[in-house]
């Protein structure tokens, strides 16, 4: 086990600054229900610690069945040969298909999926600035289709790399580099 895994903090309270992140996330959880959200800043601020443990708190148990991560970095630079090998998506992929189409594909069919728990299943994109237009494009029309069932949740170092409709359609919470 890797040390930072073995020591990273398994609650919100445990998570050192970004306090009023920690209550917007909180009260999200208290209230059952959140808008799509973008996650945004500097590697290693907490981001995807703060995400892990606040859909914990929104699942419990069940986050594996209700909560689907998607790779986009790794997805877009690896293409055919991630969908192939990444057991999640092997059912799903299709060879005659593009990358993209295979991609829009995987979200659509993702976020139509009935949640176990709760009202709405959660997608979330993680390097999410490596989507392309194109794909950001479609998870536009998706999101405005699933958005009763079904959450978006993008994590990213660069905000600004995504198009302006996604970014309005999401709560951004950003996260500043942790003093050492």
């Not at 999200?28 to 892990?52: C, E, V, W």
């Not at 790794?74 to 799903?92: M, V, W």
Request: proline residues 6%.
């Amino acid at each position: 086990m890797l040390w930072i895994e073995k020591y990273r903090p398994d609650g919100l309270d445990a998570i050192l600054g970004e306090e009023h992140i920690k209550q917007q996330l909180q009260y999200f959880a208290d209230s059952g229900s959140f808008p799509h959200l973008l996650l945004s800043g500097p590697r290693g601020s907490g981001k995807t610690t703060a995400l892990d443990s606040f859909l914990k708190l929104i699942y419990q148990d069940h986050v594996a069945e209700n909560v689907t991560v998607i790779p986009s970095g790794t997805l877009f630079s690896q293409g055919r040969a991630y969908l192939e090998a990444n057991p999640k998506f092997t059912p799903l992929y299709q060879k005659s298909q593009s990358v993209l189409s295979n991609f829009k594909y995987i979200v659509r069919w993702h976020a139509s999926l009935k949640p176990l728990n709760r009202e709405f299943r959660v997608i979330v994109f993680d390097c999410a600035d490596a989507l392309s237009h194109d794909a950001q494009n479609g998870l536009r029309r998706t999101m405005e289709r699933f958005s009763s069932t079904c959450r978006f949740i993008f994590v990213t170092t660069q905000p600004a790399a995504l198009i302006s409709p996604i970014r309005s359609r999401t709560l951004p919470l950003s996260f500043l580099p942790i003093e050492s």
